[in-house]
């Protein structure tokens, strides 16, 4: 149908004098006004004046197709068993036989135009609905091609208008003149400085900031008080050496010099029951076994006290407290021993194991882990026993309060790849109940 293409082709070329473009809310009726005129003419309709109606009902009688009247609502059987069914889209059937107009058996111009058609219409919504198209730059450098391409007149189809070309001008002039950014004030300082100086205030609650700032100094930082008094508020810390110890800095100091001692029983496998008397140092959590017997009279605990001192003066160790309960075994004479070294005597309140607590938890331990575990036959088995269970928890048991190390042991001295390098040994403890692992030769 050459009247129809090129009628549809004249309504493409038109600029905005003509045909009104697609840049409108009333574009897609302009759109089924002109399909509707192609139509017309390409079937011999060529009335201007005729209604899109009368147009397809023209349309359908060259086709060889006819309407079909509307039967009588009261007449019965009015619809006859050759009617064909209703179209469930009759409201669109219209329209559908305009498009299918635009089909050819070459299938090339007509339905090129249609496309045509079809973008523009969509082309219209999306400039309804959209205000302001993100371009990239990928974008704009095909639009800056195809205009070069494209007429003048078929400009209208580009959603860019000169105010854009405008902005993307101002866009260029502005990054022209533009220093690169750094942002205002001083240079930021180095997150490893920060966390040094947090350090420093943690670790010696009684510096200030000008005595943080002379131990940087020592450590060729150069930093001012007045960065190092910002850093210490901002993380929540008095600049000033104001700042008290906590309570575990200010129990860790002060269990340097403290001793807990208590008594617990032992049951043998007669029924015979042992009392063992032992001391621990609350710093280093180090255990001394003083030693076991079936009668705690004031001589015995007396003597036990005095070896135990001796012990403790061999490793350096100056008692400065030592917690008991007043259980009637302390005598005065035990009290004595360590008062003339220097020591003071606090006693816990009655019933009050926790206040002892740190000796009351080491009981536990030795039970759950040595004692529930083995039958014990005699003082000498005991002591063996004990004396076994006590090396081990010195030597090599790790500790939740002194980070996972042993009391005196110096594992912790060694690196990581040191204790991972070659055979891992086992040594097995009281036969076997508990296992160390040592790093073999």
Request: hydrophobic share 35%; glycine share 8%; with cysteine.
């Given at each position: 149908?050459?009247?129809?293409?090129?009628e549809?082709?004249h309504h493409?070329?038109?600029?905005?004098?003509?045909?009104?473009?697609?840049?409108?809310?009333?574009?897609?009726?302009?759109?089924?006004?002109?399909?509707l005129?192609?139509?017309?003419r390409?079937?011999?309709?060529?009335?201007?004046h005729?209604s899109?109606?009368q147009?397809?009902?023209?349309?359908?009688?060259r086709?060889?197709t006819?309407?079909?009247?509307?039967p009588?609502?009261?007449?019965?059987?009015?619809?006859?068993?050759?009617?064909?069914p209703?179209?469930?889209?009759?409201p669109?059937?219209?329209l559908?036989?305009v498009?299918?107009?635009?089909?050819?058996?070459?299938?090339?111009?007509?339905?090129?135009?249609?496309?045509?058609v079809?973008l523009?219409?969509?082309?219209?919504?999306?400039?309804?609905?959209?205000?302001?198209?993100?371009?990239r730059?990928?974008?704009?450098?095909?639009?800056a091609?195809?205009?070069?391409v494209?007429?003048?007149?078929?400009?209208?189809?580009f959603m860019?208008?000169?105010?854009?070309?405008?902005?993307?001008?101002?866009?260029?002039?502005?990054r022209?003149?533009?220093?690169?950014?750094?942002r205002?004030g001083?240079?930021?300082i180095?997150p490893?400085?920060r966390?040094?100086?947090l350090?420093?205030?943690?670790?010696n609650p009684?510096w200030?900031?000008?005595?943080?700032?002379?131990?940087l100094?020592?450590?060729?930082?150069?930093?001012?008080?007045?960065?190092?008094?910002?850093i210490?508020?901002?993380?929540?810390?008095?600049?000033?050496?104001r700042?008290?110890?906590?309570?575990?800095?200010?129990?860790?100091?002060q269990?340097?010099?403290?001793?807990a001692?208590?008594?617990f029983?032992?049951?043998?496998?007669l029924?015979?029951?042992y009392?063992?008397?032992?001391?621990?140092?609350?710093?280093t959590?180090?255990?001394?076994?003083?030693?076991?017997?079936?009668?705690?009279d004031?001589?015995?605990?007396?003597?036990?006290?005095?070896?135990?001192?001796?012990?403790?003066r061999?490793?350096?160790?100056?008692?400065?407290?030592?917690?008991?309960?007043?259980?009637t075994?302390?005598?005065?004479?035990f009290?004595?021993?360590?008062e003339a070294?220097?020591?003071?005597?606090?006693?816990?309140?009655?019933?009050?194991?926790?206040?002892?607590?740190?000796?009351?938890?080491?009981?536990?331990?030795?039970?759950?882990?040595?004692?529930?575990?083995?039958?014990?036959?005699?003082?000498?088995?005991?002591?063996r026993?004990?004396?076994?269970?006590?090396?081990h928890?010195n030597?090599?048991?790790?500790?939740?309060?002194?980070?996972?190390?042993?009391?005196?042991?110096e594992?912790d001295?060694?690196?990581?790849p040191?204790?991972?390098?070659?055979?891992?040994?086992?040594?097995?403890i009281?036969?076997?109940l508990?296992?160390?692992?040592?790093?073999?030769?």
């Amino acid at each position: 149908m050459p009247g129809a293409e090129g009628e549809l082709a004249h309504h493409r070329m038109a600029g905005p004098a003509e045909s009104g473009g697609l840049n409108t809310d009333a574009d897609s009726g302009r759109c089924g006004t002109v399909m509707l005129e192609v139509a017309s003419r390409s079937f011999g309709h060529g009335c201007r004046h005729c209604s899109p109606r009368q147009v397809l009902d023209s349309v359908g009688a060259r086709r060889g197709t006819r309407r079909v009247k509307k039967p009588d609502p009261g007449a019965r059987g009015a619809r006859s068993a050759t009617m064909p069914p209703r179209d469930p889209l009759s409201p669109l059937s219209p329209l559908r036989r305009v498009l299918g107009l635009f089909r050819s058996s070459e299938g090339t111009a007509a339905e090129a135009d249609l496309e045509i058609v079809v973008l523009r219409h969509q082309l219209a919504i999306l400039r309804r609905q959209v205000k302001r198209p993100v371009y990239r730059r990928t974008d704009r450098a095909f639009l800056a091609v195809a205009s070069r391409v494209l007429p003048r007149e078929m400009w209208r189809s580009f959603m860019v208008r000169p105010e854009t070309l405008l902005r993307w001008h101002r866009e260029l002039v502005r990054r022209k003149w533009t220093k690169p950014h750094r942002r205002p004030g001083r240079p930021a300082i180095d997150p490893e400085t920060r966390n040094l100086v947090l350090r420093l205030a943690r670790e010696n609650p009684r510096w200030g900031y000008r005595r943080i700032r002379g131990e940087l100094l020592g450590l060729g930082i150069r930093l001012s008080a007045t960065s190092i008094a910002t850093i210490l508020r901002r993380s929540g810390l008095s600049p000033s050496p104001r700042r008290g110890p906590t309570w575990g800095q200010f129990l860790r100091s002060q269990a340097s010099g403290i001793l807990a001692c208590d008594f617990f029983t032992v049951e043998t496998l007669l029924l015979k029951t042992y009392y063992v008397l032992f001391f621990i140092e609350l710093k280093t959590r180090r255990v001394h076994i003083a030693g076991a017997t079936t009668n705690p009279d004031s001589a015995w605990v007396t003597q036990q006290a005095r070896n135990v001192g001796c012990d403790l003066r061999d490793v350096g160790v100056v008692p400065r407290f030592l917690i008991r309960d007043r259980d009637t075994k302390f005598s005065p004479s035990f009290d004595a021993v360590f008062e003339a070294e220097g020591a003071r005597i606090i006693t816990t309140p009655i019933r009050a194991p926790n206040a002892n607590a740190h000796a009351e938890r080491w009981v536990g331990t030795a039970r759950s882990e040595c004692l529930d575990w083995i039958l014990v036959r005699g003082r000498r088995h005991l002591e063996r026993v004990l004396g076994e269970y006590v090396a081990h928890y010195n030597d090599h048991r790790p500790h939740r309060a002194i980070g996972l190390r042993a009391p005196t042991s110096e594992r912790d001295r060694l690196t990581a790849p040191q204790l991972c390098r070659g055979r891992i040994a086992r040594r097995p403890i009281l036969g076997g109940l508990i296992n160390e692992y040592v790093a073999a030769a």
